[in-house]
């Protein structure tokens, strides 16, 4: 077997390629959308959201390789850890079974799921089928994806994360055309996910030279124990899944799929903004006071980033980016609580009170979208968000580790105002000078100096605060 690599070098790794993933997300976007037109690419965001909804076949058994890999390979117990990937195996090919039949039933509905018509309506269908087989193959996948992650290999998953991502880029850039373009997206997504999950196997085969699949590997007891933890997982994964997807597919089904570019937009630099903090849970004020600060940001620059990152047309965008940075406020800081719970083995509440606040997204954003639009789709998002993670999850979430409103207050909230304060300053007296904030080199100076004056004060802050309780 390999030997495992230092924790240095999987965190460097990890890092690096994460990194990569968001520029090249971030630069490609525009680049599409370019290329497609607002249409073709809502049709391929729509197209996709329905797609993602297959992330529930995975029923929460993701983690429950690479947990049971590393449990099983630590203590050398090279039949169980068999038995658990040959069952997950034997579940995953099963359920990519299933994900095709459910995509000849979306390519037969798909006249009726929105106004195709002709040869857009075959480019759809067969995008779907695509999609579908990329589905299956990465269902099938994932399983050596999670032996590599038990083994503690995050270098080589990472790099070949990394180097398909690249190759992915070269791809679109070399045969992207407005003609059937979201079939070549879905092309190249594709064949990238079976030589992304070809390398996953072959290289899950060679590190642990033990790994077996098996029939005679099956067992109801290895399923038993796999399912009593796999079962919140998977609740968890229904709240995530329609929180993410659900927006996109209720604006292509209400209002048509060319409307929800603007949308797409404003939701993708909150992704972009968020993951990068999703990987830095260290504590509940770091996370309020990064989100706090992207979205003072955001309120004074965020109509500047998306005319530079897209081009003009979409003024829309920037009122709900503000409302998705919003709800993030509350959402990744009650995110850090929800982790030290799951840390702690207590998954119930967590992941149920995530599926209702999924559950009142959905209907609230079906109900509002009526009403406003868009805008209305970004409060169903905003207004569960804020109900749910501020008035249920946080106050059981310190019941639950023995934590009060006081001590909450005073260690990870007033630290943050200061800073934050100062950064409204800061972006209040750039914003209303004379000159126009347009370009990246500008916008990128604009936040490198908003960071400096955020960092700067945090320090000074957090000095002084050591100083006094010091004394």
């Known amino acids: 077997m390999g030997s495992t690599p230092s924790v240095k070098r999987n965190v460097m790794a990890s890092w690096f ?34 797609a993602s909804y297959a992330g529930l076949l995975y029923f929460g058994f993701g983690d429950t390789i690479s947990r049971y890999v590393a449990k099983y390979q630590a203590a050398r117990e090279y039949q169980r850890l068999n038995e658990v990937v040959s069952l997950v195996l034997a579940i995953y090919l099963l359920m990519g079974g299933v994900a095709v039949v459910i995509g000849c039933g979306l390519c037969a509905a798909a006249p009726w799921l929105t106004t195709w018509e002709g040869g857009e309506l075959l480019e759809i269908r067969l995008t779907i089928l695509v999609l579908t087989f990329n589905v299956a193959v990465g269902l099938a996948g994932s399983v050596f994806g999670g032996v590599l992650m038990g083994l503690r290999r995050f270098d080589v998953e990472r790099t070949i994360s990394f180097s398909t991502d690249i190759v992915r880029l070269a791809l679109v850039l070399l045969f992207l055309q407005r003609e059937w373009g979201i079939l070549t997206i879905a092309l190249i997504y594709s064949g990238i996910t079976i030589v992304e999950n070809v390398a996953y196997m072959v290289l899950a085969f060679r590190f642990l030279p033990e790994l077996s699949v098996k029939r005679s590997h099956l067992s109801w007891t290895t399923f038993q124990e796999c399912f009593s933890f796999s079962s919140m997982a998977f609740i968890n994964a229904i709240g995530y899944q329609m929180t993410n997807a659900t927006d996109s597919v209720v604006i292509g089904i209400a209002m048509g799929t060319d409307k929800i570019v603007p949308y797409y937009i404003a939701l993708r630099l909150t992704q972009f903004i968020r993951q990068p903090i999703d990987r830095m849970l260290k504590a509940f004020g770091m996370v309020l006071l990064l989100t706090t600060g992207m979205f003072v940001g955001a309120w004074f620059f965020g109509g500047a980033v998306i005319e530079a990152w897209m081009g003009e047309g979409y003024d829309q965008s920037h009122h709900i980016l503000m409302l998705l940075l919003a709800a993030q406020i509350a959402a990744l800081p009650c995110g850090v609580l929800r982790a030290f719970l799951f840390g702690l083995g207590k998954v119930r509440m967590p992941a149920v009170l995530y599926l209702l606040e999924a559950v ?42 023995g934590l009060n409103y006081r001590r909450l207050w005073n260690e990870a909230v007033a630290p943050q105002l200061l800073p934050i304060a100062a950064l409204a300053v800061y972006s209040w007296c750039i914003a209303h000078q004379s000159w126009e904030l347009q370009g990246w080199p500008l916008l990128i100076g604009v936040t490198l100096g908003g960071g400096a004056v955020l960092g700067a004060t945090w320090l000074i802050t957090g000095r002084g605060m050591q100083m006094r309780a010091a004394t």
Not at 17 to 43: E, N, S
């Open 360 to 401: 009142c997204n959905l209907v609230t954003s079906i109900v509002l979208v009526q009403f406003w639009g868009i805008v209305g789709v970004a409060w169903g998002t905003l207004i569960p968000t804020i109900a749910i993670e501020l008035g249920i999850m946080l106050p059981l979430a310190l019941q639950a580790l």
């Open 17 to 50: 390629a994460h990194g990569v993933t968001i520029v090249i997300g971030f630069f490609l976007m525009p680049y599409i959308v370019r290329v497609l037109g607002d249409q073709a690419y809502g049709r391929w965001v729509f197209i996709n959201s329905m």
